[in-house]
């Protein structure tokens, strides 16, 4: 239930702010979106004169109700949220920016967002986290040892994600834990002759601990002049990455493997006559395991496995002509405006339910993990692996950006435009150097 927000009180506005703000830094969403979507909702409670600056780890906000200014310092996100949260914290902001909510109400309901459970049993998460895994197999590598490592070990990383849902504590080194946990266990079955693709097996159980998104918004925060924003997530990225290669290797480790192995090792195993087919199948069976295990909104599996297997389509046809490393930029350059297509015009789920999991399919975050392995054991490879995995970083980010001002264009076009982004319009205004 809503209603309208007249004359809001302009302490109640200032604190529902920096908590949507919070919120929205914990969906993942750029720090220049949250600064708009921020200074949309004061004005629509009618604080004219307010001033936004986000970080990924803080919020500064000002507020002046006529009479006096008020300023407000808040810390980051706590806690990571899952697509139903996202998908309900995404329409509180909509009612918010067009003042339709009161300011008491909406804390109310963002607290409540904040604090609901999961829809899903923790046994469907788990299953959930193996479905996607064996998903992702299925795209990177198709064949029947590699779906069963997926399916074995996405289900023990799955139980374990569920064991320390609840354990903020161990959330930091649960990454190391799971690459090590991944790592050993390929690794032991490749030194007792399981015809297992060790480079393909390790991606699909860790890829919800890859921080592809996080790497790609902060190559486009960095396209958008969020210097500190964009560093910061980028630094953060990297060192994900590091951990979790850190754990790869431990994991080698401890069965008698050292790094140089790692680089050495390759598989001759060829696949069956399914294998162009399994790719597709695998695209939807990714989009059934990330619904589940992350509790997407109820009405957004459709829309989810639409521009799932349209991104994809666009990133292979473009592969065929291009390389694999710019492949990514034609996949977001669908996937951006179909997302906000499918949230704006056809009352879908917001577009960052629908286009995270297409960050995830791409899977940016994998070729840099095998990028740091190698630097681990051969300094010159790494480095040509780490340069391109900036490359395609880069690519991805464009074709975010890109997706975005096609889909402005189109709008402003053929109707109304609904949506901006970033500090696009700030800094390409007509007649401004």
Known sequence: MTEPAPNADANSVLEFMFRLGQAYLACGEQTAKVELSLRRM????????????????????????????????????????????????????????????????????????????????????VLGHTILAVGLAMVLAPYFANLLAAAVLGTIIGVLKVLNRDQPVLEVPLPVVAATIVSSLVFLGVKQGIAVDPLHALVPPLVTFLPGAMLTLGMVELAYGDMVSGSSRLITGLIELVLLCFGLVAGAMLVGYTPENLVDMHSEIRFGPLANLAPWAGVLVFGVGVYLHFSAPANSLGWMLFVLVIAYGAQQLAALHFSKAVSGFFGMLIATPLGYLIQLRFNGPPAMVTFLPTFWMLVPGALGLMSIKHMLSDREAGIDGMITTVFVFASIALGTLMGASLYKSLSERFGTWQMQIGRVGRFFRPGKK
Request: net charge positive; glycine share 10%.
């Open 42 to 125: 004061a004005s629509a409670y009618g604080m004219r004169k307010s001033r936004v600056v986000v970080f990924p780890t803080a919020i500064f906000i000002s507020l002046h109700d006529g009479n006096q200014e008020r300023v407000t310092l808040a810390e980051g996100p706590t806690q990571n949220l899952r697509l139903d949260q996202i998908g309900d914290i995404y329409q509180l902001g909509g009612l918010a920016e067009q003042g339709k909510i009161a300011p008491q109400l909406g804390q109310e309901q963002l607290s409540a967002i904040l604090r609901k459970s999961s829809p899903h049993a923790k046994a469907t998460i």
